[in-house]
């Protein structure tokens, strides 16, 4: 079974420029997760979905980020502008639905200059 | 919001020894508490879990011991290897698909 999918890997961009990350969950995972991590940190989420639905995006900050997963399943975080501390590994991870484990894909590590 | 604190924040051991790491929560309601293993360059792998209602779990070389009263958590990992080398972090939530609070992590070093 396929793992948490993610891509790019890495990205390197200057500030001020959009980007965009994309994960594709576990199958018949409906629950997804998109967590920051900076260096010598633990992850911190930014927006939680079930299904279709952001059910907590507290943490995200709205202004310049945004997320979507339009039908269910895979998912887009993108950042407008970006800048220059928000060089971190963003992780995207899910779950089924009402199950404690959550798996973790491997990350995009963003690089703003 | 629940507050997961995690030592020590480095720890090396000979090869063959064993290594404790040791986390403290703040939540009462949270009942769900997992360790992640992360090696350089990848996501975090889920290594063991442990729910408020057991006291101890243990996967071959690794275990976890709960102590709800305290509220902490630790991960024992027995007869280390060199491929044990990583950052390990706990975490806690409660149930429901509720969103992990973790650590700030453990980098351990196994020297051969």
């Known amino acids: 079974e396929a793992g948490v999918v993610q891509s790019p890997r890495y990205k390197i961009i200057e500030k001020k420029q959009p980007v965009a990350f994309w994960c594709n969950p576990i199958?018949?995972?409906?629950?997804l997760y998109w967590y920051l991590q900076n260096l010598g940190q633990g992850p911190e989420l930014l927006i939680r979905?079930?299904?279709?639905?952001?059910?907590?995006d507290s943490q995200l900050p709205k202004d310049r980020f945004s997320a979507e997963r339009l039908k269910g399943v895979d998912s887009t975080l993108k950042i407008q502008p970006a800048e220059l501390g928000d060089s971190a590994v963003y992780l995207c991870?899910?779950?089924?639905?009402?199950?404690?484990?959550?798996?973790f894909g491997p990350g995009t590590r963003l690089t703003v200059l | 919001g629940e507050n997961v604190e995690q030592h020590p924040s480095t720890l090396s051991v000979q090869e063959g020894d064993s290594a404790v790491i040791k986390c403290t929560y703040s939540?009462?309601?949270?009942?769900?508490f997992p360790w992640y293993k992360q090696e350089l360059g990848k996501g975090p792998q889920l290594i063991i879990d442990?729910?408020?209602?057991?006291g101890e779990k243990k996967d071959q070389r690794i275990a976890v011991t709960l102590n709800k009263t305290a509220k902490h958590f630790s991960l024992h990992i027995t007869e280390t290897q060199p491929e044990d080398s990583a950052v390990y972090f706990c975490?806690?939530?409660?149930?429901?698909?509720?969103?992990?609070?973790f650590g700030k992590g453990t980098r351990l070093s196994v020297i051969a």
């Open positions: 991870a899910s779950s089924l639905p009402s199950v404690d484990e959550q798996f």
């Open positions: 199958s018949g995972h409906n629950t």
């Open positions: 442990i729910r408020s209602n057991v």
């Open positions: 939540d009462s309601a949270s009942n769900y």
């Open positions: 975490a806690a939530s409660s149930s429901g698909n509720t969103p992990l609070v």
């Open positions: 979905y079930e299904n279709e639905e952001a059910v907590d």
